[in-house]
């Protein structure tokens, strides 16, 4: 731990160097990013600087009590010793933490699709109840959160929804709710009152900037066709609405939201960007192999990571094995403490491979 947080302080008197120099003041993109690492370390530096300082007076301490012979001095080196102590202990727990390798992605805007899955009528449903939920949940953290497509279900709901949140954080936060989410209540079609169970996809990704993902455009089929669903008079009479096609790949990305045909093909290109780059992460993680896969999850559709449960008002995480009995409450949006225990899982889980 001494050993990296040395290199990381040795990197911030590098970078406050570099960020001085004319060069680099007059490239906005290269000063902006070390302004940003040059913030990161300082926290950490500052905090290792304490730890040492505290460290040093500790040693002292104890040398005290080792070498010297008068009770007074003896007595005021065991006050220190108990003061000073877990105050070390508690800077070394910090620095631990900040040594956990940050996901690149966290301050990124997310893209949000939910697809209903087995349930039929009651699948959709549930998958518009899911949107619901997230979009309080992003209303508390002052998100700004927009559907950029959508196909409704035929009794209410969503059989398929995307949306784009923006926001900081807003992947970093959301990421953990890819998955299969399931729920186990007596659907409205449902006359005799049996419970029945059915579930709904989610899959979050990070909204990917140009630079990030190397796309020939070449390879990419552009459509145009009329916007369904609410917005004036130009909805059903302008071809508005972009789809995308990558052909090397066969995904399919569209957008109609905006009035505007540059901004939906903007937001399609962007939406694309993501699951290209998502796809090459899914490869990076079957490379580094099954064995050192967080038990977070992959964030594919196939894994099922929590349970909504009307009857016993429970929601129950199965990746962490982490229960509360609001389910309301849940479904409105409150789902923070959901997101905090998954992000301390993970923190664990990384610090024990950091220490292997």
């Known amino acids: 731990m001494i050993q990296k947080l040395e290199e990381l302080k040795h990197r911030f008197e590098e970078v406050g160097q570099l960020i001085v120099q004319p060069d680099t003041m007059s490239d906005m993109k290269v000063y902006s990013a070390l302004s940003k690492e040059y913030k990161e370390l300082q926290t950490v530096v500052e905090l290792y600087d304490e730890y040492r300082r505290i460290s040093s007076n500790l040693e002292e301490a104890r040398e005290v009590l080792k070498m010297e012979k008068d009770e007074e001095f003896r007595d005021m080196a065991k006050l220190e010793i108990e003061e000073l102590g877990p105050k070390v202990s508690g800077l070394e727990e910090q620095l631990k933490k900040l040594l956990i390798p940050k996901d690149p992605n966290f301050d990124k805007n997310a893209i949000l699709e939910i697809r209903a899955g087995a349930g039929g009528d009651e699948a959709a449903i549930f998958a518009g109840d899911l949107f619901r939920m997230y979009q309080r ?161 992959s964030g594919d559709r196939s894994d099922k990571i929590r349970t909504y449960n009307y009857p016993q008002s429970r929601v129950t995480d199965h990746r962490i094995s982490y229960s509360q009995h609001n389910l309301p409450s849940v479904m409105d949006g409150e789902i923070g403490e959901f997101i905090e225990q998954l992000r301390l899982a993970e923190n664990s889980e990384k610090m024990n491979e950091e220490q292997a």
């Open 137 to 297: 949940f992003a209303e508390s953290q002052g998100w700004k959160i927009s559907i950029t497509d959508f196909v409704d279900g035929t009794a209410g709901g969503f059989s398929k929804l995307v949306a784009n949140i923006s926001g900081n954080g807003a992947y970093g936060h959301l990421k953990y709710e890819s998955g299969v989410h399931r729920v186990q209540r007596v659907p409205q079609t449902e006359s005799q009152g049996r419970v029945h169970t059915s579930a709904a996809s989610v899959v979050v990704l990070p909204e990917m900037d140009d630079v990030e993902v190397d796309l020939d455009l070449n390879d990419v089929r552009r459509d145009e066709f009329c916007s369904s669903g609410p917005g004036g008079q130009s909805v059903n009479t302008t071809y508005s609405a972009i789809r995308l096609t990558h052909e090397p790949t066969g995904i399919v990305v569209q957008c109609q939201d905006e009035k505007s045909k540059l901004k939906n093909y903007d937001k399609a290109l962007k939406e694309l960007k993501s699951r290209l780059y998502a796809i090459e992460l899914r490869k990076q993680q079957e490379e580094i192999g099954a064995e050192r896969r967080s038990m977070i999850g």
